[in-house]
């Protein structure tokens, strides 16, 4: 396996750095070792491989490869490379691949370290974990999807933190405790890394009646657009009830995790710690975006403000977990109303961090964000029309406030009236998104930089 392993490696130094989810740019030359080499059913090997760079610490990725002697049709577009075995592709991306994940999914087996465990028995009428037709999905950052038939999708994890992913374990919690907003997990496999048990990918219920926060947010926003003598109430304003639904639906998943998880009063010391962090965020920010920097004072004085009272007064709500990374592209309106996904937390931090015990107001301030983005982005389409941009903030501002009054009455405390926390970490959302842009689409970069002017001048949200 020697000379075909470094042969498989020398394919995967040239193709992985190219790949969304790669995560290893910047820091120098990645260098590849395959440590694991399984094949889970023919013609499926899965590979896990550690990446070594000259900067920052080793990486570790699952692979899952199919290798054929022949090149079907439609198949170029995942083709990494020729080994003397033959032809080497994507495995997630290949039908055949496909099936045979799906396939060890169902029969719950294992192959040697790699496990696979079903929640329980499938539900009446619900398709065996077999023979199901596979439609990869194509437009995530930080993992890789596939639709089996209409009834389940399963979410790969390409890079491998040690350890439960918060996803499985989030969403697995809330399923147990009844929760209505989640869709429920089937199966799940997982193997060692760093002598860890550690998920690779899991199986949950596909909701194909489903229809993304997002793209909902940004139609209203067109109809608004579309007649700009109105107002944000007049047209486009339907969406402001939904705002609500998903503000009371954030609060009833919170109150589900707090049921479930463990929870704790936050102490001096965890205020302490957060403002720290928030300053290391910001620290890390303003060294690749110099256009943080007029907001730079401003911003480090909220950080500051939270460890100014007691933390009962500061925030009089237990830490407990959260989503982590909510905005309207992780949630899903279905019949029966809002569903909350993806519970991974901010794929860049190590689970460690993201499995800690924090403020829902996180979560909050990231939907808050999410909804100036939509009003926003459209903005940018339309050459950022002077006319428009009061509409855009009347949009953006009726349906944050709409969040908020929904999850206050579902919570029983609205989030506005915890200004300060809140407007910590909406800065600190509007500071990451400058970052993120300023790497991917500098263009961009004038939505959270907006939103910065404002989170610095003006007051909070009423109530």
Known sequence: ????HAELAGLLNDWLPRQRWFAGRGRGTGRVHIRRDVTLFAPLRLLVVDVDYDRGPRDHYQVPLVIRSDAPFGHEGFLLGECAGGLVYDGLQDPDGAAALL????RATHRD?????LRAPAAEGA???????SHPVGAEQSNTSIIYGDAYILKVFRRLWAGVNPDLEVTRALADAGSQHVAAPVAWYSGDVEGRQTTFGFLQEYLRSGTEGWRLALASVRDLYAEADLHADEVGGAFAAES?????ATAEVHADLARALPTRPPTTDDLRALVAYLHGRFDAAVEAAASLRPFEAAARGTYD??????PEVIHPRPFQRLHGDLHLGQVLRVDSGWVLFDFEGEPARPVADRVGLESVLRDVAGMLRSFDYAARSMLLERGDEPALKHRAQEWADRNREAFCRGYGQAAGRDPRED??????????????EV?????HRPSWAVIPLAALERLTAAAPLST
């Open 1 to 4: 396996m020697g000379d075909h």
């Open 435 to 439: 970052l993120y842009e300023t790497r």
């Open 127 to 133: 398709p065996a974990l077999e023979n199901l037709p």
């Open 419 to 432: 200004s300060a926390m809140l407007r910590a970490f909406e800065l600190d959302k509007a500071v990451y």
């Open 103 to 106: 396939r060890f999914l169902g």
């Open 244 to 248: 609500e639904r998903l503000g009371a």
């Open 305 to 310: 403000e939270l460890t100014g009272a007691a």
């Open 113 to 117: 370290d790699l496990v696979a465990e």
